[in-house]
């Protein structure tokens, strides 16, 4: 049966010949590509732009034709192949020639696919060289490589941006919550706060403080000692400021001039590196020390109460009849001034000796600042001194406490006693002239005075004593020494008088008892 039994014949035989032209233009065509083919395998190099143009338009006719041709003409000429022959339309003959005919309409399409088979296609594609990009195409490409560069180049830059703003917020971070931790390899004279916190280290400190402050000072002088610790001398610890301090340490370079401070460490950079690498920043953060002054000033006036003295003379002393030397005595004075400078620059320094340390050490001693005022009299420069004893009628000489000599001596009568007390020598005369000291008394009827001879009362020499009238004088009347024979003066022998007078220099002191 014919596929479309409604066409009329002419027109099948028609569509049987266009498939067979159609097969034949197949052949051509395959022949113009292998030519092509050939012709771009001799020079692949110089293959002309219409030849390129040619091989795409042929390889495009191949592609749309080959469907059509196994399609049309193979099922064409079969079923319609009596038509073909125009002869016994309807006879097994006509049949049987259509047949053949149909036979040999898909013969000379079999014969005609091998020429334009995929193989060579393939081939043909693959060795033929590709026409040239337009400009347009060229220009294109490269803008597009352009912008793609450069629009990687922001997002880059961003993501690079973005990390580093979040690292630095981080740290920022990190470093606020920390601000009140210590950093590693900071110490407060010696003791280690690294890594602690405000609250732990102000702990930490005020405990080695109060054992510092514990600490016994011992001022001595002139050989006593006055105790005292150092809290109860007025010292105190500022212990805020040396954690505040260690806080807010900064690093000491070693290898730097000296003084030099590296700020940087104060940075949070700096910061976050030595906390999260356990880095030491050795710094040494002094704990300052101040003194009270009021309790400082009550110890130093205790002291200075019972450090002053008054220095003490060498002194006679006869109340006991007897002449004898009381020893002196040095006096002193504490500079009150002097100790008050001495603890406030010591303070920090006697602190230091037990802090950070198990407990307080050893008394601390230190000198005060004492001056030693020495006395006036000494038993070594007291000097001269005639000693009188009336009940015993003698007149010791004395050089200091050694006795030089005694003598015998004639002191006034009971009615005219020679006066009790200390005097002093105030003149010296040598052959002197007696003055009736009492004319109108005890003196009356005797001349106003008496020129130096043997009748002389006043002897050989005289000694003035600054009380009125009374003198040692020499006598030529021995038999009245060791006596009361006088109007109150104190008689010597005129051989003893000369020896004993170049002896007594004026201002010599005289003690009558």
């Known amino acids: 049966m014919s596929d479309s039994p409604d066409r009329p014949a002419g027109e099948a035989r028609d569509d049987s010949m266009r498939a067979i032209e159609t097969a034949a233009d197949t052949t051509a065509t395959t022949a113009t590509l292998d030519s092509a083919q050939g012709d771009a395998a001799d020079s692949p190099g110089d293959v002309p732009a219409e030849a390129e143009a040619a091989a795409s338009t042929t390889v495009g006719a191949v592609a749309s034709v080959e469907p059509a041709v196994e399609v049309d003409a193979g099922d064409g000429n079969g079923t ?26 898909r013969q000379s399409v079999t014969a005609i696919a091998p020429e334009r088979s995929d193989t060579k296609v393939l081939s043909l594609i693959t060795t033929a060289p590709l026409p040239p990009p337009p400009p347009w195409a060229k220009v294109g490409a490269e803008v597009s490589g352009t912008e793609a560069r450069s629009r990687r180049w922001p997002k880059v830059v961003a993501i690079v941006g973005g990390v580093a703003v979040f690292l630095v917020a981080a740290i920022l971070l990190f470093d606020w919550t920390q ?58 610890a500022d212990v805020d400021a040396a954690v505040s301090n260690a806080v807010a340490a900064r690093e000491t370079q070693a290898d730097e001039p000296e003084g030099f401070r590296l700020a940087a460490v104060t940075g949070p950079f700096v910061r976050t590196y030595h906390r999260l690498l356990n880095k030491p920043v050795d710094v040494e953060v002094e704990l300052s020390y101040s003194v009270d002054p009021a309790t400082r000033d009550g110890w130093v006036n205790g002291v200075k109460a019972a450090m002053d003295r008054a220095p003490v003379d060498a002194r006679i002393d006869v109340s006991t009849g007897q002449f004898q030397i009381l020893p002196s005595a040095v006096g002193r004075q504490l500079d009150s001034v002097a100790l008050t400078q001495l603890v406030d620059a010591n303070a920090r320094d006697w602190a230091l000796a037990s802090f950070g340390a198990d407990g307080a050490g050893e008394e601390i001693a230190f000198d005060l600042p004492v001056a030693i005022i020495p006395p006036a009299v000494t038993e070594e420069n007291i000097g001269i001194t005639i000693f009188v004893n009336r009940s015993e009628r003698r007149l010791y000489h004395y050089a200091g406490k050694d006795l030089v000599k005694t003598y015998e001596v004639a002191v006034g009568t009971p009615g005219h006693p020679t006066p009790k007390g200390e005097f002093k020598i105030v003149e010296k005369r040598k052959n002197p002239t007696w003055v009736n000291p009492a004319p109108s008394g005890w003196g009356a009827g005797m001349p106003k005075s008496i020129p130096p001879g043997p009748s002389n009362p006043l002897g050989l020499r005289a000694l003035n004593l600054n009380a009125s009238g009374i003198r040692i004088h020499g006598t030529n009347n021995t038999g009245s020494l060791g006596s009361a024979a006088s109007h109150g003066c104190i008689r010597m022998a005129n051989d003893q008088i000369v020896e004993f007078f170049e002896l007594i220099p004026v201002d010599t002191r005289v003690i009558i008892i």
């Open 80 to 105: 319609n192949g009596a038509g073909a022959n125009g002869n016994g339309a309807n006879g097994n003959g006509s049949n049987g020639n259509g047949d053949a005919a149909g036979k040999a309409s």
């Open 179 to 236: 601000r009140n931790n210590i950093l590693p390899g900071v110490s407060v004279d010696g003791v280690d706060v690294g890594g602690l916190s405000r609250g732990d280290a102000l702990d930490l400190v005020d405990e080695e403080s109060d054992v510092a402050l514990s600490q016994v000072v011992a001022g001595q002088a002139d050989g006593e000692t006055h105790k005292v610790t150092l809290v109860d001398l007025g010292v105190r």
